[in-house]
């Protein structure tokens, strides 16, 4: 007997009434046949979608007009389409087998994971040079107006200090050549150094919009180091820069889209972002990034860039054991290896930028 002379008994539906009508079911020259006492319908069988088998749902076969037929046992059913060479998708297969199941789920975590690591940092990458420059000097304004309200407060550094300061540092950039706007991409917005007083120790931190934050407690850990200020300075203009500010908050709100995929609604990211920018960590590339611009600003300035060992020491003598504070709240590297970055850079290393 062959696969076509082999009829199933079924229940069909014709889509205009809740009316079942027991039919027989075959397949013959490419079409799916029906056949009962007052009945008879063929459909072609690539117009005929099959239900998934599941544990204990009914089987069904839809046809575009709304009609289905429906088994009667389950078991018959999944046999007689073996029968018929219309076995399952591969699909299909997995999804009822726990081994395949699990196997997914660890693809699906490794891809997360590397999209985390690797692919939202790329895209942020890809994204940042077409945001316009109008997105920085805003996210940045706004930033340090909610910073004001809420952490900072009025330095108490001599108006005379700040602005021989502001100065200084003018000067001193205009002897870096060593990353022009043509490398970026993108025009520098202007430095603007602001001094504050603030509970979060010596700090300093950048801004989207060109301003370096700097607190009065780190002007009085340095206050007989210029240099050594001058390399936090240069490292802070490394992020304005290379806008490292905007991409990662891009980076954030990517995650935070696709987060809100999953998950829901991501409104409330985009009314915070400004308070989100306050809160930001770099990561250890950027920050990387941001100590080679500032090894070639203080290589520029005739600064030798081991003197940011100073800067180190003083912050590891001033902290409480196991606390740990780096510029700007950032996730900096551990500070042996930056140390020794800088040692590298002092001493010629070709390996070093």
């Excluded at 009822?96 to 790329?122: D, E, F």
């Excluded at 942020?124 to 077409?130: G, K, N, S």
């Excluded at 003018?170 to 603007?192: F, V």
């Excluded at 306050?278 to 070639?296: K, V």
């Amino acid at each position: 007997m062959s696969a076509s002379d082999n009829p199933l008994l079924v229940d069909y539906f014709d889509g205009l009434s809740t009316r079942a009508h027991r039919v027989s079911m075959r397949i013959h020259e490419g079409m799916l046949q029906l056949t009962g006492p007052d009945l008879f319908r063929q459909v072609a069988l690539n117009k005929v979608q099959w239900s998934e088998r599941t544990r204990h749902g009914t089987r069904c076969a839809h046809f575009v007009d709304g009609g289905l037929v429906q088994s009667l046992d389950n078991n018959h059913w999944d046999d007689w389409l073996k029968t018929q060479q219309l076995g399952e998708p591969l699909v299909v297969r997995a999804q009822q087998s726990w081994r395949w199941t699990a196997l997914a789920t660890c693809v699906l975590l490794l891809v997360a994971v590397l999209g985390y690591w690797w692919g939202l940092p790329m895209a942020a990458r890809a994204l940042t040079p077409l945001v316009p420059a109008s997105v920085d000097r805003e996210l940045g304004q706004r930033t340090l107006q909610a910073m004001d309200e809420k952490w900072l407060h009025p330095s108490q550094l001599d108006e005379a200090v700040q602005a021989r300061w502001r100065q200084k540092f003018d000067e001193a950039t205009r002897q870096d050549h060593s990353l022009s706007p043509q490398d970026t991409g993108h025009p520098y917005p202007a430095i603007q150094l602001h001094f504050r007083h603030a509970s979060i120790g010596p700090n300093a931190f950048a801004l989207p919009d060109g301003s370096i934050v700097i607190t009065d407690e780190l002007m009085t850990l340095l206050q007989d180091r210029e240099d050594v200020l001058l390399g936090i300075l240069g490292h802070e203009m490394g992020h304005v820069r290379l806008r490292h500010g905007l991409r990662s908050l891009i980076q954030t709100g990517l995650l935070g889209v696709v987060s809100s995929v999953a998950f829901g609604d991501f409104s409330t990211w985009l009314a915070g972002a400004p308070a989100l920018m306050g809160h930001l960590a770099y990561s250890r590339e950027l920050e990387r990034e941001a100590d080679d611009i500032a090894i070639a600003f203080m290589r520029h300035n005739q600064i030798k860039p081991s003197v940011m060992a100073v800067f180190f020491q003083r912050l590891k003598a001033g902290r409480p054991s196991g606390e740990e504070l780096g510029i700007a709240f950032s996730s900096h590297p551990a500070d042996d290896e930056r140390i020794a970055r800088f040692m590298a850079a002092d001493l010629g290393d070709p390996a070093a930028p």
